[in-house]
């Protein structure tokens, strides 16, 4: 049987975009599923992702922030048997056309989850501003000292999970801001890891959930949640 | 006799008052866990405390002892460090079920999104059937 592919998309007030990253991935690949995570948008997103009845959309009846988001697509991907779940913005930063870099190491089995990096090598596209490269430089540093690994960048939330990582982050995602401290997490519990260099496009919209004086609470949190999360014994799989 | 006795309140009243306030908040913590308003499990922290206050006011000396074992000069401030120690504690208590709370909320918020996503797709498959 095919190997059932599911494109986890959190969105957020994304009215605008949520139509066409649906057309977009299902351009890419006929065979992707998609599944919208409407975290209690205030706008029109449910409607606009419901119209073009090429995705499965979630309601959540209120906000969870995008870690709880995304979790609720693992937790359904899980329930659903998939064969590998996508992690993919929204707002339309990542490109479908991107999916088989990340998933190819996944279904060859070489690993169990692949960061699409926007550093790996140069490439070409949107390379976040300056005060934002330093903030993932210290995550760098950090997942070399944590887990021993070299993740450049691990606030990317382009993501390729395969069976058994959904089941474990079904039931152990954190919730704000997640994606560095999920580096960490997965490294501690053995997962295989691998970064792949992918290109990225500016946000066509919405709103970054990370700016101003936001960001300083960002990075405190984040650094203590990767601190914290590498303390902890291992987690006993199922 | 009964003059003598008025004498004593009066000269001893902060104590009489301590001892009055603080049976008084022992007491209405067990009537809120006796209807039900507040649980056994969060009431121990101030029903312990409040023991404390009841034993501190009703032997004097034990401040004295306190102060002087912790190195406190003067004795009302190891008072006040109990005191702050006891809304501390229970402050703590407090983030911890909160932190428990907001886990489940979030568990729940996203297994009723599951479930309505799923419950929608299953009521369009029953009307194509149909």
């Known amino acids: ?238 | 006799m009964l003059n003598n006795i008025i004498d004593f309140l009066v000269a001893n009243r902060i104590q009489v008052f301590s001892i009055i306030g603080s049976l008084l908040l022992f007491i209405f913590i067990l009537k809120l866990v006796k209807r039900k308003k507040l649980k056994e499990e969060y009431s121990l922290l101030w029903l312990g405390f409040g023991f404390i206050f009841i034993a501190l006011s009703i032997f004097k000396p034990l401040l004295e002892i306190v102060a002087s074992t912790l190195g406190i000069l003067y004795a009302p401030a190891a008072l006040l460090l109990i005191l702050v120690l006891s809304v501390f504690f229970i402050l703590i208590q407090f983030s911890i079920v909160i932190s428990k709370l907001a886990e489940g909320n979030k568990n729940l918020i996203q297994e009723v999104g599951i479930l309505k996503a799923e419950l929608k797709k299953l009521q369009l498959h029953v009307k194509e059937k149909e």
């Open chain 1, 1 to 238: 049987m095919r190997d059932r592919i599911l494109i986890i998309i959190p969105a957020y007030n994304e009215e605008k975009n949520i139509a066409k990253v649906i057309q977009s991935l299902k351009d890419a690949n006929p065979a992707y599923e998609c599944l919208v995570v409407n975290d209690g948008s205030k706008d029109d997103t449910q409607r606009e992702a419901e119209a073009s009845g090429l995705a499965t959309v979630i309601q959540l009846p209120a906000n969870l922030g995008i870690g709880g988001a995304v979790q609720t697509g693992f937790k359904y991907a899980f329930y659903n048997d998939i064969d590998y779940a996508i992690q993919f913005d929204g707002d339309g930063q990542h490109l479908a056309t991107e999916i088989p870099k990340i998933l190819l190491p996944l279904q060859a089995k070489d690993y169990d989850v692949c960061i699409g990096s926007r550093f790996v090598e140069k490439t070409l596209g949107f390379q976040s501003t300056f005060m934002r490269r330093i903030g993932i430089r210290i995550f760098e540093w950090m997942s070399r000292v944590l887990i021993h690994k070299k993740i450049t960048d691990s606030t990317s939330g382009f993501r390729a999970y395969n069976k058994q990582a959904i089941a474990f982050l079904a039931a152990n995602y954190p919730t704000d801001y997640p994606e560095p401290e999920t580096v960490i997490l997965l490294g501690k519990n053995d997962f295989r890891i691998r970064e792949v260099s992918v290109e990225m496009i500016e946000r066509q919209g919405g709103e970054s959930s990370i700016s101003g004086l936001k960001s300083a609470h960002y990075m405190i949190k984040v650094i203590l949640a990767m601190l914290m999360t590498a303390q902890r014994q291992k987690i006993r799989r199922i």
